[in-house]
């Protein structure tokens, strides 16, 4: 939902990554949750944050998508 929303704006960028932060708070074995906050980071360049997220959704999901996302992080 969030992932082209507002990135460049701090305040919406807060927003999206504590929703998303909650979701997983309640559901820490959906890998959506990981793999969407995991591109919001990557839309707004914070790699290493991004890269860790779709790791943990990659784990959980064993997703080529997310592997093809992943060997693509520069």
């Known amino acids: ?8 704006n701090p305040q919406i ?8 932060k909650k979701a997983i708070e309640l559901d820490p074995t959906n ?8 591109l919001v980071y990557l839309s707004a360049n914070k790699k290493d944050l991004a ?6 959704a990659y ?10 996302i992943l060997n693509n992080i520069k």
Request: proline residues 0%.
């Open 51 to 56: 890269k860790k997220l779709l790791q943990t």
């Open 59 to 68: 784990n959980l999901s064993s997703s080529s998508y997310i592997l093809e």
């Open 13 to 20: 960028l807060s927003l999206v990554e504590s929703n998303y």
């Open 31 to 38: 890998y959506n949750y990981y793999l969407n906050l995991g």
């Open 1 to 8: 939902i969030y992932q082209n929303v507002g990135i460049n």
